[in-house]
């Protein structure tokens, strides 16, 4: 029961919202998939988000087969959970389902950059919201600027790397801002590379 009630009062000190820095690291690392389109191969970075989904699949089975794997996970890995995954698809297999997703629909350039919004841009959204925004607004205006801002340090990636076109990379960190901002379920990990890669390939078709 002592050891039920620590684990609980952990998830409620996660349930305000602090997560370690650890989570953020692990989220900003998923860069790696989109670096390897374009400094190894197209195939390297399919091969690594489709790895990410059935590794992210086979959590996700474990934890509903064996619920004390669950409770395994949130006893020694506390701060890298939020509350409210503990009976949902975890934010990271969102996440790796989205990464997939973008490279085979927009492929290499704005698959990649589309990525790299969601692996920057959420976790500083979340950094600058805690740091700088008023507390207990939920998202804040703070949050969303430091959003846009590492989106648009990603477009500069996009642009310099993927050779997309400036106005085609912005659109897409806007979007991604946005959609960070609306959060719509169940996931903004879902929505943020989808969305954002959908309208960088809708701009490279019109622009010339």
Not at 45 to 58: D, K, M, P, R, T
Not at 61 to 86: G, H, I
Not at 186 to 193: E, G, K, L
């Amino acid at each position: 029961m002592l050891g039920q009630s620590r684990v609980e009062s952990r998830q409620r000190h996660l349930s305000s919202g602090q997560t370690s820095n650890l989570r953020k690291l692990m989220h900003m690392a998923m860069a790696v998939v989109a670096l390897a389109g374009w400094l190894v191969s197209f195939e390297v970075a399919l091969a690594l988000a489709g790895a990410l989904v059935g590794a992210s699949l086979a959590v996700e089975a474990v934890r509903r087969w064996w619920p004390w794997v669950n409770r395994l996970l949130w006893r020694f890995l506390p701060s890298v959970f939020r509350k409210w995954e503990d009976r949902r698809v975890l934010a990271s297999t969102w996440f790796a389902l989205s990464m997939l997703l973008a490279l085979l629909l927009f492929r290499r350039d704005a698959g990649g950059t589309a990525i790299l919004f969601v692996a920057w841009g959420d976790p500083t959204a979340e950094m600058v919201g805690r740091r700088w925004g008023r507390r207990g607004e939920g998202k804040t205006a703070a949050g969303s600027l430091g959003c846009l801002m590492a989106c648009l340090a990603a477009a500069a990636v996009g642009i310099s790397l993927g050779g997309l076109s400036p106005w085609s990379a912005l659109a897409g960190a806007v979007a991604a801002t946005l959609v960070e901002r609306w959060s719509p379920p169940p996931d903004d990990n879902v929505w943020m590379p989808l969305l954002s890669g959908l309208v960088i390939v809708g701009m490279q078709g019109i622009l010339p």
